[in-house]
T-cell receptor
Framework: QKEVEQDPGPLSVPEGAIVSLNCTYS??????FMWYRQYSRKGPELLMY????GNKEDGRFTAQVDKSSKYISLFIRDSQPSDSATYLC?????????????FGTGTRLLVSP | DSGVTQTPKHLITATGQRVTLRCSPR?????VYWYQQSLDQGLQFLIQ???????AKGNILERFSAQQFPDLHSELNLSSLELGDSALYFC?????????????????FGPGTRLTVL
């Protein structure tokens, strides 16, 4: 069983929809939680970072961490065709800080006009 | 553009061969990380160097090795290549070593090198 599980998709939504992307994990030591966006033939780029539990909002993006359920989410409001990409969750435990990120396999999102 | 450069973009080689992938970090970044991305395994951390020294190791095979040079660029050497080594290899860089602390040490990823082993 992988430490981080993520539905590969693809997830297809119409423009303007609210998108929910999720990851579950098994390692209770994970303290740092990140979401990366990866466009086709590009490297991942950081979208959101959250330390421990709680919510964080940045424009149309909201990240949520529920450590009791070992579940993290990324919500995208008013989705746009330019949001079409693969979204990767990543996390790491406190004792290794940000060195050894553990990634999910990614969810491919398609937003149609 | 993240500021991290990787060469070559594509590499096609045969089983048993050896290749070298190169990475130049963003200006001012001291840490370099190497990742392997395959369809079934996703993005996997291989190894980290900080200011020339190995700092963290992930699931890196013994056939793979890396180093970071005084000018901070890094090379990943892959030898005795197998079909299963075909993947995207990403380099990332960050300002600090990334050890514990709440201040996030963001990793900036390069565009990757696509390796195909035939």
């Amino acid at each position: 069983q992988k430490e981080v599980e993520q539905d590969p998709g693809p997830l297809s939504v119409p423009e303007g929809a609210i998108v929910s992307l999720n990851c579950t994990y098994s390692n209770s030591a994970f303290q740092y939680f990140m979401w990366y966006r990866q466009y086709s033939r590009k490297g991942p780029e950081l979208l959101m970072y959250t330390y421990s539990s709680g919510n964080k909002e940045d424009g149309r993006f909201t990240a949520q961490v529920d450590k009791s359920s070992k579940y993290i989410s990324l919500f995208i409001r008013d989705s746009q065709p330019s949001d079409s990409a693969t979204y990767l969750c990543a996390m790491s435990p406190r004792n290794t800080g940000f060195q050894k990120l553990v990634f999910g396999t990614g969810t491919r999102l398609l937003v149609s006009p | 553009d993240s500021g991290v450069t990787q060469t070559p973009k594509h590499l096609i080689t045969a089983t048993g061969q050896r290749v070298t992938l190169r990475c130049s970090p963003r200006s001012g970044d001291l840490s370099v990380y190497w990742y392997q991305q395959s369809l079934d395994q996703g993005l996997q951390f291989l190894i980290q160097y900080y200011n020339g020294e190995e700092r963290a190791k992930g699931n890196i095979l013994e056939r793979f090795s890396a180093q970071q040079f005084p000018d901070l660029h890094s090379e990943l050497n892959l030898s005795s290549l197998e079909l299963g080594d075909s993947a995207l290899y990403f380099c990332a860089s960050s300002r600090s070593s990334g050890t514990s602390g709440r201040a996030y040490n963001e990793q900036f990823f390069g565009p990757g090198t696509r390796l195909t082993v035939l």
